[in-house]
């Protein structure tokens, strides 16, 4: 299982300053600079920048077979490589991406991505609200994107050795020296903010993401202070789980993917979201602003956000759909998993997630630019790490 390795520091300056344009996007009769407003004709073929998983056979045959539209994947191992290959022989090489928060937005403001008929995809409709237009791809009322699925990054326990956690502080504990593990990747400044905005009030971090000077430090300054504690910094779910099966690690930041996957190992684990609140993921299908098949990324859309479709995904991958009729589905394919993964949850429940966005130097309030820009979380994470 291989998602959301390491970033690497690709020089992602200027990508943030771009001004937001609305992209072409291919139209019933081919390549258009406005939106469709109908889907044409499928031209037999998409390519598409995934992570790993996300375009398992079980789902994506029945799609072949019903539009003509043969997939061709691309895995990609970080948000960043997936920038990288979007915009790689000047764009048009790949056709869609399903792009985390950490991603969306430099490819949005880069003019990467075209803006998406929401009318065009029915399925659209029995989405949570929540997911309907969220900031990670929705930008001024235009929509860059389909949601397709969400996770939190939970507090993930032995239970042979620790008793039930309720805070984070766990993972800053010297007591548990040795014992933590953590995410290999610079967003995890996020969850250190997060923290600190519980704890340490008088910093008066409001949003993890948007992060000042003196925010910013103090988060790098936990961190670092955390660095000396920590087992291994993962970068493949299968690391964490490993760690959690031999005993190499009683306490880590994790997903619900690792805790089942280890619960059918009959592994003593738990999990739990802190009282401070966690950050997760948003994944979107985008489509790039120079697709060559917009016909069969229509399609997709149309079928990837239909509810047995987002069922079969969250039970094989372990996330959480964000079609509310998945929900009964996902039972039929594993008993319990609509509970496991918080299919049925209230709204507050992942209203609650601080989900994942591209740092910005403009901190999107009365502050203007004072932010941290995500090239600078890059820097320290490698600063971090030492």
Not at 59 to 65: D, G, I
Not at 131 to 150: A, R, W
Not at 222 to 248: C, H, R, T, V
Request: glycine share 8%; with cysteine.
């Amino acid at each position: 299982m291989r998602r959301r390795n390491v970033l690497a520091p690709l020089g992602l300056a200027a990508v943030i300053a771009v001004a937001l344009v609305a992209p072409s996007v291919g139209s019933s009769k081919g390549t258009s600079s406005a939106m469709p407003t109908a889907i044409g004709p499928g031209e037999g073929q998409l390519t598409m920048v995934a992570w790993e998983g996300y375009l398992d056979k079980s789902w994506v045959a029945p799609f072949e077979k019903q539009t003509g539209c043969k997939v061709r994947a691309k895995y990609a191992g970080s948000s960043d490589e997936m920038v990288s290959l979007m915009r790689s022989g000047g764009g048009g090489q790949y056709d869609m991406v399903s792009a985390s928060g950490d991603a969306s937005l430099r490819l949005i403001y880069g003019g990467d991505i075209a803006e998406t008929n929401v009318s065009l995809v029915p399925a659209w409709k029995q989405f949570h609200a929540a997911f309907k237009s969220p900031t990670t791809n929705t930008v001024k009322g235009k929509h860059y994107g389909i949601s397709l699925q969400f996770g939190p990054n939970i507090l993930l326990y032995n239970t042979q050795f620790e008793r039930t956690p309720t805070s984070w502080s766990v993972i800053y504990d010297p007591a548990n020296k040795g014992k933590i593990t953590i995410p290999d990747n610079p967003i995890q400044i996020a969850d250190a903010a997060l923290y600190l905005s519980k704890t340490t009030p008088s910093l008066r971090i409001k949003d993890p993401y948007e992060l000042d000077a003196k925010q910013f430090a103090a988060a790098v300054a936990l961190l670092k202070k955390q660095k000396p504690l920590i087992k291994k910094y993962w970068g493949l779910a299968s690391d964490q789980i490993d760690l959690f099966k031999n005993g190499g690690s009683t306490l880590g930041a994790s997903w619900p993917y690792m805790y089942s996957q280890l619960k059918a190992a009959k592994a003593p684990v738990g999990q739990v979201n802190p009282k401070e609140g966690v950050t997760g993921w948003l994944d979107t299908w985008m489509l790039s602003s120079k697709a060559k098949h917009p016909n069969c990324a229509y399609r997709w859309w149309n079928y990837i956000s239909a509810a047995k479709p987002q069922a079969m995904q969250a039970v094989t991958y372990g996330e959480t759909p964000v079609n509310r009729n998945a929900c009964p589905i996902m039972n039929t394919l594993a008993k319990g998993s609509c509970v496991l993964y918080s299919a049925n949850a209230p709204a507050s429940y992942y209203r609650a997630i601080k989900f994942w966005k591209t740092p910005l130097a403009d901190c999107g309030d009365a502050r203007g630019k004072v932010c941290t820009p995500y090239s600078r979380w890059v820097q320290a994470w490698t600063q971090i790490k030492g």
